[in-house]
């Protein structure tokens, strides 16, 4: 099977690379995305748009020879259920770690301060959320601040758009890293508008991976195997 791998907010596609050996040694192919604006901290963003990103994504599923598997962290899940919007025949599954689809006319991630048309990796204890980095040591905490690259503003902020209801019966396996599948499970019954995506999702299977919200750099095997059984899943 293909399968593309969509990073998050901050990340470069080499955050993936614990994670692609274990699924290519099974047989799979796999692109892991940089996308647009995110190739280093010196790259240009300021005209990359949320439309760029997606077209990445897209363009990756076109470029696949057969059905694809789509994997995306954290806000990179809005990022790709845009790739799933537009292509509901080519996907034949996604996998959501750490992260939910932002339902039509709400943006990806709003709140953060921008300076100069970026927004940088906030500190997350600061922010009161200190789950997500509660299983990276002190040097990889520093790593990972040192190595975050700048996200464009527009990315962030920009209203996703989703047209095509056929999205709703591709199948999801959501990744729960610093919550819990019960969690996710309560906030989708409880109507929450978050993740209203996922309640009118046909086939959403709750997948437990406790520890941070990093998986793929704290935990790439259990993550690898996750994945791995989505694509026996597809």
């Not at 019966?169 to 019960?182: H, I, K």
């Amino acid at each position: 099977m293909e399968i593309v791998l969509v990073p998050g907010l901050w990340l470069h596609g080499s955050s993936w690379d614990a994670v692609v050996p274990r699924l290519e040694e099974a047989g799979h192919r796999v692109q892991a995305l940089t996308l647009p604006g995110m190739e280093s901290k010196d790259a240009d963003r300021s005209g990359v748009t949320l439309a760029d990103q997606v077209d990445t994504v897209v363009s990756a599923i076109d470029r696949a020879g057969g059905p694809v598997l789509l994997v995306a962290h954290s806000a990179g899940s809005g990022i790709a259920h845009c790739g799933v919007d537009a292509r509901p025949d080519r996907v034949t599954r996604a996998v959501y770690v750490g992260g939910f689809p932002s339902p039509d006319g709400s943006p990806l991630l709003d709140g953060l301060p921008a300076h100069d048309g970026e927004v940088m990796m906030p500190d997350w204890v600061e922010m009161g959320e200190a789950a997500n980095v509660v299983d990276l040591d002190e040097e990889s905490i520093s790593r990972l601040y040192a190595e975050a690259i700048p996200a464009p503003e527009r990315v962030l902020t920009t209203p996703v758009r989703l047209r095509d209801e056929r999205r709703y019966s591709v199948p999801v396996t959501a990744v729960c890293p610093e919550y819990t599948a019960a969690d996710l499970r309560g906030w989708v019954e409880s109507g929450e508008e978050a993740v209203s995506e996922l309640a009118r999702t046909a086939d959403v299977e709750y997948v437990d991976l406790p520890g941070g919200h990093w998986p793929q750099l704290t935990q790439p095997d259990a993550l690898a195997r996750i994945i791995l059984d989505a694509a026996g899943a597809g």
